[in-house]
């Protein structure tokens, strides 16, 4: 059974950084190709549920949404199965529970691909940005 553990989040000024962390466990090698598309989706009252960014495990590429890149790193851990989301000059908008999830055997394609697809999910972390 597919596990993903979550942590970090926190609240911040705007312009501040935080830091969040997802292990995935618990999955199949023999789906699809073997490895996994994991990332960050946020949602926040009143909108929509909204892609963050990814990562392929395959090949280790990057998917980012317009709304944070140049701002968020999304990282791989040792090439192992824990990814980082570095967050810097956090903005208000930003605010919102933070989801990890992933899909299994395939790659992410892109963020939208990525929030269509995903089939797993961990518990959420909030982050809050004030002004």
């Known amino acids: 059974q597919v596990q993903l553990a979550e942590s970090g989040g926190g609240s911040v000024q705007a312009g501040g950084s935080l830091t969040l962390s997802c292990t995935i466990s618990?999955?199949?090698?023999?789906?699809?190709?073997?490895?996994?598309?994991m990332g960050w989706f946020r949602q926040s009252q009143g909108k929509e549920r909204e892609g963050v960014s990814c990562l392929y495990s395959g090949t280790g590429s990057q998917y980012y949404a317009d709304s944070v890149r140049g701002r968020f790193t999304i990282s791989r851990v040792n090439a192992g199965n824990t990814l980082t989301l570095q967050m810097d000059n956090l903005k208000p908008e930003d605010s919102g529970m933070y989801y990890c999830a992933a899909i299994i055997g395939t790659a992410c394609l892109s963020v939208p691909s990525f929030l269509v697809r995903m089939n797993h999910r961990g518990q959420g972390t909030q982050v809050s940005v004030s002004s």
């Open positions: 618990g999955y199949n090698r023999n789906d699809g190709n073997g490895h996994w598309c």
